[in-house]
């Protein structure tokens, strides 16, 4: 039983390239996390998905980040134009329907924008 | 506005004794507090959870207790062994449907066991 798997692992892009992380969330899970883990910080909310909704994007800047999650194939998050400041650790999580123990994390992808 | 703080950027423990950990909220309306271990270069793993109902909840070596009157929690690792030494984080969610697993989290504690 293969855990949240998230690719690629690492990710480097100029500025003003796009961004696309995947996240294929645990058998049987239909709920898919983003959060985003800045430097010396704890992660931050972005976006909660459920299959080809998007349930809460409270935490999700207002441009040039979207995310889906549709109904064949994996979650992605896409950030557009990336600048210097999108550089961070993006984890992605997946949970059953029902809340039961804790999400489970992916190994995270770690984005350099240089 | 941080709304779950972890008050100690670091801990250092010797092996085999009592490690505890410490986490406050201000958000009256969390109802389900998690915490999550993480090594470097690693994505964070679920530990041990609690509900606002109950006061404590063990499992094996880490006891998690609740004081909802104070808005703090604390994590126990007993007897803390090296493997434990990693970043831990506390997390806190508000409940409903749409609540779920959507997580506040902590700034996170580095715990080092010294041997």
């Known amino acids: 039983n293969a855990g949240v798997m998230q690719n690629p692992r690492h990710l480097v892009r100029r500025r003003g390239q796009e961004a696309r992380l995947r996240c294929s969330p645990m058998k049987g899970h239909s709920h898919v996390y983003w959060y985003r883990q800045l430097p010396e910080e704890g992660l931050k909310f972005m976006v909660y998905l459920q299959k080809e909704n998007i349930i809460d994007e409270s935490g999700m800047p207002k441009e040039r980040f979207s995310a889906e999650f549709p109904k064949e194939g994996p979650s992605i998050l896409r950030i557009q134009q990336v600048v210097r400041g999108d550089s961070a650790a993006y984890f992605c999580a997946s949970s059953p329907s029902h809340r039961a123990g804790g999400a489970f994390f992916g190994q995270g992808t770690r984005l350099t924008v240089v | 506005d941080q709304q779950v703080k972890q008050n100690s950027p670091s801990l250092s423990v010797q092996e085999g004794r009592i490690s505890i950990l410490n986490c406050d909220y201000t958000?009256?309306?969390?109802?389900?507090f998690l915490w999550y271990k993480k090594y470097p270069a690693e994505g964070p793993t679920f530990l041990i959870s609690?509900?606002?109902?109950?006061d404590k909840n063990e499992d094996g070596r880490f006891t998690v207790f609740l004081n909802k009157s104070a808005k703090h929690l604390s994590l126990h690792i007993v007897p803390s062994q090296p493997g434990d030494s990693a970043v831990y984080f506390c997390a806190a969610s508000a409940g409903g449907p749409q609540g779920a697993q959507k997580l506040v989290f902590g700034q996170g504690t580095r715990l080092t066991i010294n041997p």
């Open positions: 958000n009256s309306m969390f109802d389900y």
């Open positions: 609690i509900s606002s109902i109950k």
